[in-house]
């Protein structure tokens, strides 16, 4: 086996079936097993003791490796201090489409994990008890050992492991109900963190092979457009550089490092043929979307006659809401390692793509789904923009084309000028009240790139909880060659921004007060009802604050998920500042209290940091920014108190990722109306702006 194939994966592979366990095979879609098929999932029990859990989902910082290891460590009855992880290949087993999106790492695996787990525990069980000829139902399991109750006998998981590898699974396997659980519900350290603070986790960017080269790509600064010529001579002459090569995406620069093909890019001579995309620029694209607000779009929701309402109500309010491209930004720069052969293909990344990342592969190389091979890595941030496979399919060129491994690194210029971006968006709201102030009709249009599949550019709209009698949602898709893809919290981002601020000024055009009119409007959704309540009992809503401040509210029900923030906010030397954020919020039932909160105070500063300062423009189909000088990050100086309540709940559980993001940015602009009475109706927030 060669240094490049020779993975950790093998390795305990070869491991587990040297040292004789039980290896628990269990697939986590509904399907059938196919007869043939290499199962997805595998539990190694080994003689040790130790619980070697592959992780078929991906680690991206939001705690995945340990909320699935409690999942099924609460049914396997293991030692919480044997447990090891791993992340497995690509299968057709994982239900055919392995990779993180839209928070469902816990929704998706919440009842397939706690079965395996449960399986594993009752095979061990079956072991003990043919070697003690007793029932098996008589005997328990607890801490990585059976015990007989009768006796008071024990054997550990790891004496019996390789017997029970021989036990056929059972059937009807009964999960425990939750009154018993002992790991799901608690408070729990991230396995990760140790190997994250060592330095001995595994990142994309840390993959050596034997014989690797570094490459960059040279892509044109506008999208679409392609190399017409370019002259390599003067890269060449760079030291370090060992090749030019021309792929679908642009010319890359191959050398013995990363900055040696750095430098031999600067030096690349290329003429670009820039395409249509150069004419585009911010402002033309928002002239575009302004120009289709007065016709009818493709309709995302109808619910009564809205335009009659509108014509007969007491009172209409009307108002444009606007926001950017943003992009993703992780902080570990793209990058993926790949290794072509004639006969097989290996690719080590940083991905929450797998399935994607193995098509692509397979796509580029023409080589059979067996021979592929995608190893899954750490991620230092996704956001979304780690679901997509093109800079994985660039290191699978290069490596094609060169005919050695190849490790293939963005730079952040080129993170950020070549990004799949939050679609910019636009929006044209008006609303009717009755005589007494409560809203009777709703209509909003949407213009916006399209992305994502059906209903994302108006999710959050068309679909928004509140009992009004009278609604109307359309949506233009436009589509100038700005390459648009999911962004955390997706469609949420922008469109809670959109609908949170503008039932605002409806609230405030009826004389309610924006929480009541919530609570009203609520009636018939209990769960974001109560959590409406509790943060705003906990938030002290209508008590008096300190001079130059306000509060301001807004929710969100994504992601499978309830949230409720209320921003306590003040204007200090021109600058918006959020002191205070209460979340409420109602995920169904929670895996890991801890990583809970640490996810909504990333969501939250995600959020605000795209509210206050985030935003991507065009000029001559270019993106303006280039660094972080340009696109800023919230300073921890900047960053405000985060205070979380979890409501309690027996439901099935929601994604927890994503569900804070979109709530921050109404939450804080509605708080500055209060304060100053101006509105916010466009992104990121430009105090001199307003209105």
Same mark, same amino acid.
């Given at each position: 086996?060669?240094?490049?194939?020779m993975n950790?994966?093998?390795f305990?592979?070869?491991?587990?079936?040297?040292?004789?366990?039980?290896l628990v095979?269990?697939r986590?879609?509904?399907?059938?097993?196919?007869?043939?098929?290499?199962?997805?999932?595998?539990?190694?029990?080994?003689? =040790?003791?130790?619980?070697l859990?592959?992780? #078929?989902?991906?680690?991206?910082?939001q705690?995945?490796v340990?909320?699935?290891s409690?999942?099924?460590a609460e049914?396997?009855?293991?030692?919480?201090?044997?447990i090891?992880?791993?992340?497995?290949?690509?299968?057709?087993?994982f239900?055919?489409?392995q990779g /993180?999106v839209?928070?469902?790492?816990?929704?998706?695996s919440?009842?397939?994990?706690?079965r395996?787990?449960?399986?594993?525990?009752e095979?061990?069980?079956?072991?003990?008890?043919?070697q003690w000829?007793?029932?098996?139902?008589?005997?328990?399991?607890?801490?990585?050992f !059976?015990?007989?109750p009768?006796? +008071?006998?024990?054997?550990?998981?790891?004496?019996?492991?390789?017997?029970a590898?021989?036990?056929?699974?059972?059937?009807?396997?009964?999960?425990k =109900?939750?009154?018993?659980?002992?790991i799901?519900?608690?408070?729990?350290?991230r396995?990760?963190?140790p190997a994250?603070?060592?330095g001995?986790?595994?990142?994309? !960017?840390?993959?050596?092979?034997? +014989?690797?080269?570094?490459?960059v790509?040279?892509r044109?600064p506008?999208?679409?457009?392609?190399a017409?010529?370019?002259?390599?001579? @003067?890269?060449k002459?760079?030291?370090?550089?060992?090749?030019?090569?021309?792929?679908?995406? %642009?010319?890359?620069?191959l050398?013995?490092?990363t900055?040696?093909?750095m430098?031999?890019?600067?030096?690349?001579?290329?003429d670009?043929d820039?395409?249509p995309?150069a004419a585009?620029s911010?402002?033309?694209?928002?002239?575009?979307?302004?120009?289709l607000?007065s016709?009818?779009?493709?309709?995302?929701?109808?619910?009564?006659?809205? &335009?009659a309402?509108?014509s007969?109500?007491?009172?209409?309010v009307e108002?444009i809401?606007? /926001?950017?491209?943003?992009?993703?930004a992780?902080? &570990?720069p793209?990058?993926?390692?790949?290794?072509?052969?004639?006969?097989?293909?290996?690719?080590?990344a940083?991905?929450?793509g797998?399935t994607a990342? #193995?098509n692509?592969?397979?796509?580029?190389t023409?080589?059979?789904?067996?021979?592929?091979k995608i190893?899954t890595e750490?991620?230092g941030?996704g956001?979304?923009?780690?679901?997509r496979?093109?800079?994985?399919?660039?290191?699978?060129?290069?490596?094609?084309?060169?005919?050695?491994?190849?490790?293939?690194t963005?730079s952040?210029? =080129?993170?950020?000028?070549?990004?799949w971006?939050?679609?910019?968006?636009? %929006?044209?709201?008006?609303?009717?009240?009755?005589?007494?102030?409560?809203?009777?009709?709703?209509?909003?249009?949407?213009?916006?790139?399209?992305?994502?599949?059906?209903?994302?550019a108006t999710?959050g709209?068309?679909n928004?909880?509140?009992?009004i009698?009278?609604?109307?949602? =359309?949506? #233009?898709?436009?589509d100038?060659?700005?390459?648009?893809?999911?962004?955390?919290s997706?469609?949420?981002s922008?469109?809670?921004?959109?609908?949170?601020?503008?039932?605002?000024e409806l609230?405030?055009?009826?004389? @309610?007060?924006?929480?009541?009119?919530?609570?009203?409007?609520l009636?018939?959704?209990?769960?974001?009802?109560?959590?409406?309540?509790l943060?705003?009992?906990?938030?002290?809503?209508?008590?008096?604050?300190?001079?130059g401040?306000?509060?301001?509210?807004?929710?969100?029900?994504?992601?499978?998920?309830?949230?409720?923030?209320?921003?306590?906010?003040s204007v200090e030397?021109?600058?918006?500042?959020?002191?205070?954020?209460?979340c409420?919020?109602d995920?169904? #039932?929670?895996?890991?209290?801890?990583?809970?909160?640490?996810q909504i105070?990333?969501?939250i500063?995600f959020?605000?940091t795209?509210a206050?300062?985030?935003?991507?423009?065009?000029?001559?189909?270019?993106?303006?920014?280039?660094n972080?000088?340009?696109?800023?990050?919230?300073?921890?100086d900047?960053?405000? @108190?985060?205070?979380?309540h979890? /409501?309690?709940s027996q439901a099935?559980?929601?994604g !927890?990722?994503?569900?804070?993001?979109?709530?921050?940015a109404?939450?804080?602009?509605?708080?500055?109306?209060?304060?100053?009475?101006?509105?916010v109706?466009?992104?990121?927030?430009k105090?001199?702006?307003?209105?």
């Open positions: 086996m060669s240094a490049a194939a950790r994966r093998a305990l592979s070869a491991a587990a079936a040297a040292a004789g366990g039980l095979r269990f986590l879609s509904a399907a059938p097993a196919p007869a043939r098929s290499k199962l997805d999932a595998f539990v190694y029990v080994g003689a =040790d003791d130790s619980v859990l592959y992780i #078929h989902k991906a680690e991206m910082g705690g995945t340990t909320s699935l409690m999942l099924l049914e396997l009855e293991c030692d919480w201090r044997q090891r992880t791993d992340f497995p290949g690509v299968s057709r087993e239900g055919g489409n /993180v839209g928070s469902a790492s816990i929704r998706t919440w009842e397939p994990l706690r395996a787990g449960a399986t594993a525990r095979m061990l069980k079956e072991a003990a008890a043919r000829s007793v029932d098996r139902a008589s005997l328990r399991a607890e801490n990585s !059976i015990v007989n009768s006796n +008071g006998a024990r054997l550990s998981y790891g004496s019996l492991a390789e017997s590898s021989q036990v056929p699974p059972p059937t009807g396997i009964t999960l =109900d939750p009154s018993q659980f002992h799901i519900g608690k408070p729990t350290r396995l990760d963190t994250k603070v060592d001995s986790a595994v990142f994309g !960017i840390d993959i050596r092979l034997p +014989g690797m080269q570094y490459a790509v040279a044109c506008v999208f679409g457009g392609k017409a010529r370019f002259d390599a001579s @003067k890269a002459a760079v030291p370090g550089v060992k090749n030019v090569i021309a792929i679908p995406s %642009g010319v890359a620069v050398a013995d490092n900055w040696s093909a430098e031999g890019r600067r030096k690349l001579e290329i670009w820039e395409g995309v585009i911010t402002a033309s694209l928002t002239q575009t979307f302004a120009g607000m016709q009818p779009g493709q309709t995302a929701r109808k619910v009564g006659d809205a &335009e309402a509108l007969g109500a007491a009172r209409k108002a809401y606007q /926001v950017p491209f943003l992009a993703h992780p902080m &570990e793209l990058n993926a390692t790949a290794h072509v052969r004639p006969d097989g293909c290996e690719v080590w940083s991905t929450q797998q990342a #193995h692509e592969a397979r796509r580029i023409g080589l059979p789904p067996e021979a592929v190893y750490y991620m941030g956001f979304g923009r780690r679901a496979s093109d800079y994985i399919g660039e290191a699978v060129e290069v490596s094609k084309a060169a005919g050695v491994p190849v490790k293939l963005w952040r210029e =080129d993170d950020l000028q070549q990004d971006y939050r679609p910019a968006s636009y %929006g044209h709201f008006v609303g009717g009240l009755d005589a007494d102030g409560w809203p009777v009709a709703w209509t909003t249009r949407i213009a916006c790139p399209p992305f994502g599949g059906g209903g994302t999710e709209i068309a928004m909880p509140y009992a009698p009278n609604i109307l949602v =359309d949506y #233009h898709p436009v100038k060659g700005i390459p648009v893809s999911y962004w955390r997706v469609g949420y922008q469109n809670v921004f959109f609908a949170e601020s503008f039932l605002d609230a405030a055009q009826g004389k @309610k007060d924006p929480v009541e009119l919530r609570l009203r409007l009636e018939n959704v209990p769960r974001l009802k109560a959590a409406l309540e943060a705003a009992d906990q938030a002290g809503w209508g008590k008096p604050l300190p001079p401040h306000a509060r301001g509210v807004g929710l969100s029900n994504n992601v499978g998920s309830n949230t409720v923030q209320i921003a306590e906010v030397r021109g600058k918006v500042r959020v002191h205070r954020v209460v409420a919020v995920c169904g #039932h929670v895996v890991n209290p801890s990583g809970v909160g640490q105070q990333s969501g500063v959020g605000l795209a206050l300062k985030g935003g991507i423009t065009l000029e001559g189909g270019r993106v303006q920014q280039s972080f000088h340009q696109y800023d990050m919230l300073r921890i900047e960053m405000p @108190k985060v205070e979380v979890i /409501v309690p099935a559980p929601g !927890i990722g994503e569900a804070s993001t979109p709530g921050i109404p939450a804080m602009c509605n708080a500055l109306y209060a304060l100053t009475g101006k509105r109706r466009k992104l990121p927030v105090l001199e702006e307003l209105g």
